[in-house]
C-alpha cells in the first residue's frame, strides 16, 4: 500500500520566522506548488513594503490589498467629512453614502463621547477573605496611581494616565476572584500595550499587599468608558415618507427583541464601522468585541443602535457603543495608507475619529433598515454583486458591465448563467 504520509510536505518548518520573505515565499511555494506567477503575485507587496509588513507581523509573505472607497455626503458636527472605508463586501460604502445625502439637508450627525479611558483588568485568586481583600486594594489608590504613572510618562505628559480604580468580588467556577480594574485615559491611542504594561506592573503588588496570586493582567475590550455616540434626524420628506419611517421602526424593534435578527442587524453597523477602523489601521477585532459585548450588556444581545419618530414626524436614529480606536499606536503611524485615510478624514484626535466612525455605522443602519423595509436588501446588492459573477465567469472589460445588466435583467445572478450569457455577448460581437 502506498504510503501518503511519507511523501506529504511538512508543516513544521524550524526558523521558518528567521527567513527573509523571498526565502519564506520559495518554502511555501513549495509546501503548495506554488507556479512563478504564483510567487510572483506574493512577491508584489503593492504600496506596503514587503519590509514594513515583515515588521507589523510575523512570517509575512505577502499582502492582500482590499479595496479603499471612500463614503460622501457624510456631515458631521457641522463639518463636512469625507470617510475612507476598506472592505471587500460590496454596498457597504453605497450604504453610507445614500445615507448621507438624505441627512445631509437635515443638518447631518451630531455626536459626542463619553471619555477616553481603558480598562485594564488584574485576576486575584487564593484570597479566602476576598471582601477584606478588596479594601485593602481600595486602600493603595495613591500607590496605584503612582506606579501606573511612572509606566507612561508620555500619557502623563499630554494629559493622559491613571484615572480611577475599581475592585470587584467576582464568583466563579473556580472559587471567588478579586479583579482589579485600572481606569486610564490613553488620549490618542487605542491604549492596550500602555495599559497592559501598568497592569503587568501592578499585578505583583496586589499579590504582595493581598497574600493572593495574581494571574492575568490584560485589558477589557468592553470598553465602556469609552463610548463614542452620534444621533442624526432624518426628515420624513427625505426618507420617503411615513410608510419608509414605519418599516425602518419595526425593523429595529424586531432586531432589539430578537439577537437572531440582532446579530444581522448590529454585523451591518459593524460593515461600517469596521471598514473605516481598517483603513484608518485600527484594530477591527478590538472594536467589534467591544460592540458586541456592549450590544449584550443588558443580559440580552440587543440592538446598538436606537430608532425613534420625533415629535414632528421624523425618523431619529442614534448609536452608543465602545471605540477603541488611536491616532498612535499599532499600524495607525505605520501603514503608509491608514495615515493617508487619516488625512482624508482631517481628524486631529481619538476622540474626533471615534465620533466618526459612530457616525458612520449609524448612517450604515438606516441604508441597511431601509432597503429591508422597503425594496429588500437584494437591489441594491446584486448589481455590484452581478458584477463580480461576471467577473468569475471570465468577464473583461466593457463585458463586466453588460453582463451584470444581462443578469441583473434576467433577474439570474448565477455563475452558470453567466458563463452562458458570455459565450452568446462574444458570439453576438462575433
Ligand atoms: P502603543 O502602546 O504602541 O502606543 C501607545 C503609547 O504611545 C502610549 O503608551 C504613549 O506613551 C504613546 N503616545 C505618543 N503620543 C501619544 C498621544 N498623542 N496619545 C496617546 N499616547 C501617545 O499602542 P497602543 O495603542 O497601546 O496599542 C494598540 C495596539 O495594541 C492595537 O493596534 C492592538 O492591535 C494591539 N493589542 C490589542 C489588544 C486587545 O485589544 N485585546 C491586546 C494587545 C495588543
Known sequence: MENTTASAPSSRIGGFHKLGVAERIERVAA?????????????????????????????????????????????IDGRDRLIPMAT?????????????????DGGGFVTSMSGACMIAQIQLT?????????????????????LCDECDPILLKIGGGFRDLEVRVLPTRGGVMVITQLIVDTRDAMGANAVNTMAEKIGPRIAEWTGGKTHLHILSNLADRRLARARCVWPLAAIGGEAVRDGILSAYHFADADPYRAATHNKGIMNGISAVVLATGNDTRAVEAGAHAWAARRGHYGSLTHWEATASGDLAGSIELPMAVGLVGGATKLHPTAKLALKVLGVQTAEELARTIAAVGLAQNFSALKALATTGIQRGHMALHAQNIAMMAGALGDEVQQLARVLVDKRLVRLDVAEAELQRLRAAQG
Open 31 to 75: 509546501f503548495a506548488g506554488l507556479d512563478e506567477a504564483e510567487r510572483q503575485h506574493l512577491a508584489d507587496t503593492g504600496n506596503l513594503s514587503a519590509e514594513l509588513a515583515d515588521r507589523l507581523i510575523e512570517n509575512v509573505v505577502g499582502t492582500l490589498n482590499i479595496p479603499l472607497g471612500i463614503a460622501t455626503n457624510m456631515k
Open 126 to 146: 487564593g484570597v479566602p477573605d476576598a471582601e477584606n481583600a478588596r479594601l485593602q486594594i481600595l486602600e493603595r489608590r495613591a500607590d496605584i496611581q503612582a
Open 88 to 104: 471587500e463586501e460590496s454596498s457597504v460604502v453605497a450604504a453610507v453614502c445614500n445615507a448621507a445625502r438624505q441627512s445631509y
